[in-house]
């Protein structure tokens, strides 16, 4: 009877626990225009902007007006993708248009720029 290596072993080991972990990490946007409207509309995030880790706020008016931290401002809207897009009229992003996917779980929000996660946080006061 074959013994397995344990270079064979740590391969194995290796696989599982990435197969496991893809599981974890799988996203689940939300697909629903009508249902991100409601979640971000008059809503406030609060939360973490993860490329550098500091604190981060959005405040979604009910007039399409958004925003940040810095007081910086944007045109926010919901497109047919159920993304969150938004275009900057002012501050250091000022021009910058894109469209993030949301995720909403268990109070929890994360908004994800080219698949990757970019911000996470709560919503209050929708």
Request: net charge neutral; aromatic share 8%.
């Amino acid at each position: 009877m074959l013994k397995p290596s344990n270079t064979v072993r740590g391969l194995l080991a290796a696989v599982a626990l990435a197969t496991a972990s893809t599981g974890a990490l799988a996203q689940n946007f939300m697909t629903d225009k009508a249902a991100v409207e409601k979640l971000l509309t008059g809503a406030t995030f609060i939360g973490v902007y993860l490329r550098t880790e500091s604190a981060y706020t959005l405040k979604f008016g009910t007039d399409g007006m958004l925003t940040d931290t810095t007081g910086a401002k944007a045109r926010w809207w919901v497109d047919d993708e159920a993304r969150y897009c938004r275009e900057w009229l002012d501050g250091k992003l000022k021009g910058n248009t894109g469209c993030m996917n949301v995720e909403f779980e268990d109070g929890q929000v994360a908004l994800y720029s080219e698949g990757k996660k970019v911000v996470e946080g709560i919503v209050t006061g929708n």
